[in-house]
């Protein structure tokens, strides 16, 4: 059996009072994101930004890859835990939003732990492992549909002993559902590749996983070999 307990606002109230340390630059740039309207569900939560810190400190890492920058609260948040030798180099498409990014990354001081590259990930990805690239920590969090292609080329980045972290593995539960009536078109091509990355985590035998089933799944996955 598993304790699934509902989280209430009341609950997520008492989680934002005792379950992470933010950095205010951290806290300015959620406040921006809840101004987004339906975008801000892109953001990661506040807890899973402090996880993320904890996993950069854990593996040690050095060199972090993001796919997905947005308005740059989960690149913010790993570059903090970076010691001062660390870099992270991330990935989003859309221009505008990462000049939204770099401000706050300016602001907290970490600009030059950042390297931001605007264009598509999968080209970007073929860039680094053409140029031989390697990374401690690869955190994926772009578009679903590419997610399968996503984690091909992430074990290949990724050191042998480090880790790829992959959001939104359960896509609000649709992995179990199929899409919704009334859900838009681009649900089911997100559901498809979420599955498929889901069935190959789990039978690759290069990797040590852990589905995480908090917020809209996370999944830990360790390169053993
Ligand atoms: C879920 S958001 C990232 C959220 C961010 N990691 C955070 O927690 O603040 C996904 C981002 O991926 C970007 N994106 C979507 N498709 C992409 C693609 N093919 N290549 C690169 N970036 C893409 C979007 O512009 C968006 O900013």
């Not at 009536?181 to 040590?208: I, K």
Request: charged share 25%; with cysteine.
């Amino acid at each position: 059996m598993r304790i699934n307990i509902p989280v209430t606002p009341e609950l997520e109230a008492y989680i934002d009072e005792v379950g992470y340390r933010e950095h205010p630059v951290l806290s300015a740039c959620r406040a921006e994101a809840q101004t987004r309207g339906a975008m801000s569900v892109m953001q990661i939560a506040p807890e899973q930004g402090a996880l993320l810190q904890m996993l950069v400190e854990l593996t040690g890492a050095r060199r972090v890859l993001e796919l997905g920058t947005f308005t740059g609260y989960s690149a913010l948040a790993m570059a903090l835990a970076l010691g001062d030798d660390g870099q992270i180099v991330t990935i989003d498409n859309d221009g505008d939003i990462l000049q939204v990014a770099l401000a706050y990354w300016a602001e907290a001081g970490v600009t030059q732990k950042i390297d931001a590259r605007r264009g598509d990930a999968l080209d970007a990805l073929d860039v680094l492992q053409r140029d031989g690239a390697q990374f401690d920590l690869v955190f994926i969090d772009a578009d679903k549909p590419n997610y399968p292609a996503y984690l091909e080329r992430a074990i290949n980045l990724v050191r042998i002993g480090g880790l790829i972290v992959i959001d939104d593995t359960l896509i609000h539960g649709r992995v179990v559902t199929g899409p919704l009536a009334g859900d838009p078109s681009y649900v089911q091509p997100a559901v498809d590749a979420m599955r498929e990355v889901n069935r190959r985590l789990r039978d690759d035998d290069r990797l040590t996983i852990a589905m995480l089933p908090s917020h809209d799944g996370m999944t830990l996955a360790r390169r053993r070999r």
